[in-house]
């Protein structure tokens, strides 16, 4: 870790690599998804990962539950005040879709056991050249995947 800068008056760690200068960071700490209705995404969340959400959050204009993957990563549900106009579309700029990762075919496979006991409509196991993909919507049409590579 390199020397702290200054922030205002309170100081930051900051990271540096030294071989190439690039800032160092982890990964993904958490996704924030908007949804049109907490009353309706929350219990399809429960469902898809039979866990309760751990934390909530109240602001101005916003509600938001958090979910605590087994990674670590967090998934905020997030309720906005402005109810959106048009439904989730991969095709519109910015989010395609989420992927989250399984560690084997055999876990995949237990994923569509899990969901067809949920009755979460789903794709089927679809291989591609790179590994394998279980696609799942939420009540907001959000894309989700679980994924293991090849």
Known sequence: MAECTRSGSRQLPVLVRLDDGMPAFTGIDHLALTVTDLAVSVPFYERLWAMPAVGELEGTNLQRRVFRLP???????????????????????????????????????????????????????????YGFALSVKDPDGTALEFFVRK
């Not at 395609?96 to 056991?113: K, N, P, R, Y």
Request: proline fraction near 7%; aromatic fraction near 6%; charge should be negative.
């Open 71 to 129: 990674s670590g990563t967090t998934v905020g549900l997030t309720q906005h005040s402005v109810v959106p106009t048009a439904k989730f579309s991969p095709f519109t700029p910015g989010m395609d879709h989420v992927g989250f990762g399984v560690d084997s075919i055999d876990e995949l496979a237990a994923w569509v056991t899990h969901l067809d006991a949920e009755g979460i409509p789903h794709s089927g196991i679809v291989e591609a050249d």
